[in-house]
């Protein structure tokens, strides 16, 4: 990763990630940082981990000593037959809101805007400025509720333009469509889209 964020200077921001209580996780990290890598990834679905594990607090506590963001995901959905975990045991935005309290500063992005837990994640960001959440896969009809989310209820200014690119399962473009679609103000739209972004992987402007 740190080879293809140096091979398109500008255009890649890449994250680490580790498992979640795997020996030397530091060390593993404070590499990925040395090489540049801008913060952390973890899924919780996929490496079947509990966000409130205690062999997770170094490694918060590390990310929010050197200013690393982590993109979470620990929404519920979507859920798979195939994860060899229950989502739905180890992710809830309570659990989530725990680390907010116990690691303030850390930066923390969710996927699909918490989904299918929109509304306790809505109110997280509202209590929450460290917190944010991005639209992946939300916006189009992939999930369920997609396209009756209306990002005017939620402050925008804690939103993020994401696309699972490219594991989607559906046209790259088709949430910016909808989002140039959707009747918001410019100001909003350059939030979601670009500024919001840049304060939480802390780019140059």
């Given at each position: ?154 402050r925008t200014d804690r ?47």
């Open positions: 990763m740190a080879d293809l964020c140096n091979a398109f200077p500008g255009r890649v921001i890449g994250l680490a990630t580790l498992f979640p209580g795997e020996e030397g996780a530091e060390d593993i990290l404070n590499q990925a940082f040395d090489l540049g890598l801008a913060g952390v990834k973890f899924h919780a679905h996929v490496q079947c981990f509990d966000m409130n594990a205690p062999e997770l607090d170094r490694i918060y506590g590390l990310c929010r000593e050197q200013n690393k963001p982590l993109v979470m995901h620990v929404g519920r959905e979507p859920k798979s037959e195939h994860y060899l975990c229950d989502p739905y045991e180890i992710c809830r935005a309570d659990k989530l809101e725990r680390v907010l309290k116990a690691y303030p500063g850390l930066k923390i992005c969710v996927p699909h805007l918490g989904f299918d837990e929109t509304s306790a994640y809505a109110r997280l960001i509202e209590d929450y400025d460290t917190l944010w959440l991005d639209t992946a896969m939300v916006l189009t009809d992939y999930f369920p509720q997609g396209r009756s989310e209306n990002l005017n209820r939620l939103i993020m333009y994401g696309s699972d690119f490219p594991n989607i399962p559906y046209a790259w473009d088709r949430e910016l469509i909808w989002l140039a679609r959707s009747g918001m103000d410019l100001e909003d739209l350059d939030l979601i889209l670009y500024e919001n972004a840049a304060a939480f992987y802390n780019l140059d402007r």
